[in-house]
Nanobody
Framework: QVQLVESGGGMVQPGGSLRLSCAAS????????VSWYRQVPGKEREFVAG????????NYADSVKGRFTISRDNAKNTVYLQMNSLKPEDTAVYYC?????WGQGTQVTVSS
């Protein structure tokens, strides 16, 4: 069964940090580029960060550059999103995705 399972979300104060994980199973994870997206109710889902299959190429939305870092461990079938200097506007449901599969999302709330 193909699965992408996000974890690591929660509530944090502005300026704080969280690390999201996306654990894959049921397919050859190392063949795929992976991206993180986020969505706020009533708004379109937006791209946050992406990483190539090898991890050698990464790209970020302008809104998170310098604050978020995407990485992957193909031996663990897992992609990470390290989020630092979090802002209230980072509040959203965060999803990981490949070209074929999506996770169920994890809530991130940044609030004082």
């Amino acid at each position: 069964q193909v699965q992408l399972v996000e974890s690591g979300g929660g509530m944090v104060q502005p300026g704080g940090s969280l690390r999201l994980s996306c654990a894959a199973s049921g397919f050859t994870f190392s063949y795929y580029a992976v991206s993180w997206y986020r969505q706020v109710p009533g708004k379109e889902r937006e791209f946050v960060a992406g990483i190539s299959w090898s991890g050698g190429i990464t790209n970020y939305a302008d809104s998170v550059k310098g604050r978020f870092t995407i990485s992957r461990d193909n031996a663990k079938n897992t992609v990470y999103l390290q989020m630092n200097s979090l802002k209230p506007e980072d509040t959203a449901v965060y999803y990981c995705a490949t070209s074929e599969y999506w996770g169920q999302g994890t809530q991130v709330t940044v609030s004082s």
